[in-house]
């Protein structure tokens, strides 16, 4: 199986700070890479698919880029709303469909 | 707006079947877009993804349960169900079911309903 590890684990940041997110695969997985965000609670949501194509709805203020082992999760100006947790997934190949350990991020 | 709402026992015993049904509304379940899936999310293994159901019975399951999981759909209700047998206490997590858009070979999950706990314990 494709293991995908997130780092940090978990960030402390302030509203208005730039904050990036790491996910790396332990294989090359193109662009086959999805971000979820998820509040306590809650269901994930899909953020961002394909690496870095936003899905509709979600704040322009949310990016994602990388290929092949390396990705991340940028988000240029927290808000608080965007204090969650957030996972990577990828879908290369052949499944099982592998998600990240996830990031929370906490307010500072 | 398709929307996803899971039901079934919260609490089952160890060595049983869990069953879980998801019902889908605001769209049919009759698509070539969607895959069905479930997913669950245990404290000590975050997210899992279990196995995914087309429409047409067709099934693709994590070898890692592969020999405990079954996954069927009932269009007439616009549902799809899993059951996972012989459960242990390691089963018990919050399970999501999901649509699951597949364009080959990007997969992505959304959307989701809103999970429910199942526990295993006597």
């Known amino acids: 199986d494709i293991q995908m590890t997130q780092s940090p684990s978990s960030l402390s940041a302030s509203v208005g700070d730039r904050v990036t997110i790491t996910c790396r695969a332990s294989q090359s997985i193109s662009t086959y890479l999805n971000w979820y965000q998820q509040k306590p609670g809650k269901a994930p949501k899909l953020l961002i698919s394909a690496a870095s194509s936003l899905q509709n709805g979600v704040p322009s203020r949310f990016s994602g880029s990388g290929s092949g082992t390396d990705f991340t999760l940028t988000i240029s100006s927290l808000q608080v709303e965007d204090f969650a947790t957030y996972y990577c997934?990828?879908?290369?190949?052949?499944?099982?469909?592998?998600f990240g350990q996830g990031t929370k991020l906490e307010i500072k | 707006q398709l929307q996803l709402q899971e039901s079934g026992p919260g609490l089952v015993k160890p060595s049983e079947t869990l069953s879980l049904t998801c019902t889908v509304s605001g769209g049919s379940i009759i698509s070539s877009s969607y895959y069905w899936g479930w997913i669950r999310q245990s404290p000590g293994k975050g997210l899992e993804w279990i196995g995914s159901v087309y429409y047409g019975g067709s099934t693709y399951y994590n070898p890692s349960l592969k020999s405990r999981v079954t996954m069927f759909v009932d269009t007439s209700k616009n549902q799809f169900s899993l059951k996972l047998s012989s459960v242990t206490a390691a089963d018990t997590a919050v399970y999501y079911c999901a649509g699951e858009t597949v364009t080959t070979p990007l997969v992505w999950f959304d959307p989701w309903g809103q999970g429910t706990l199942v526990t295993v314990s006597s």
């Open positions: 997934q990828h879908s290369y190949s052949i499944p099982p469909y592998t």
